[in-house]
Every structure is written in C-alpha cells, then in structure tokens.
C-alpha cells in the first residue's frame, strides 16, 4: 500500500462507501479511525451499525468504492491528498475478525470487509 494512502488514514475525516453498479448507487459514510487496514492481505475492515442499503446491494454486486482524504497531508498539487479505493465487499458476522472488530466497536452489528482492488490518488 501506498505509504500516502496510510499517511492519510492516520488523520480523522470522512470514508463514504459507494456501491456503484447499484441502480440508484447506496452511499454511506464511515471514520477514518474506524477503519482498520490489513497491509499484508490488502483489505480494510470497517464497522456497520447499519450500512443496510449496501449489504442489500451487495445481494447482486459487491463491487464497492471508497473516498477519504485529508487536508493535513501534502496531495499531489500542495495541501491535501485523497484517495479512490476500488474493491469488493463483504459482510462479516462472525470470526476472529468479527470478534477483534467488537472488541473495539461495541455497537457494531456486522464488520464490513473490504478487499481492495487498486488504490487511486486522486489528489
């Protein structure tokens, strides 16, 4: 992964979570510190309270994407950088992942998990 792309996910700010093949698309927004990032196999795990619309989406594609940036980080044309992340998704209900997640997030009903397809730098 992108060491930008972590240096960002470090700072507070808003994640939406896009599934854009859905007629209309679902978005919903997350916190950057809610996501935790698995570098070694390439995906993020996310908390949902409730993300309803996109596990209802996900019933027919599970293609997903991702937005986050930060002001506090040196983009491509000076202050602030952001990201497009492209992936597909699935809901998790139980497991150690599941159970590491609800240890943080105790209101959590499912741990979203992303598998991340390509990281793009937008900014």
Same mark, same amino acid.
């Given at each position: ?11 507070? !700010?808003?994640?939406? $979570? ?8 679902? +978005? %919903?927004? *997350?916190?950057? &510190? ?15 309270? !409730?993300?309803?619309? $996109? ?8 293609? +997903? %994407?991702? *937005?986050?940036? &930060? ?15 492209? !992936? ?36």
């Amino acid at each position: 992964m992108e060491q930008k792309f972590l240096e960002v996910m470090q700072h507070e !700010g808003p994640v939406t $979570i896009i599934t854009v093949n859905a007629q209309p698309a679902s +978005v %919903v927004n *997350t916190w950057a &510190s809610y996501v935790d990032i698995n570098e070694a196999s390439n995906y993020l795990l996310i908390p949902a309270a !409730g993300m309803h619309s $996109i596990e209802h989406d996900f019933s027919t594609d599970n293609t +997903v %994407v991702l *937005t986050m940036g &930060s002001k506090a980080v040196e983009g491509t044309v000076g202050p602030g950088a952001g990201f497009h992340i492209h !992936g597909t998704g699935e809901f998790i209900k139980a497991g150690a992942e599941f159970d590491a997640m609800h240890a943080k997030f105790p209101w959590l009903r499912e741990v979203l998990k992303v598998t991340i397809g390509e990281i793009q730098q937008k900014i």
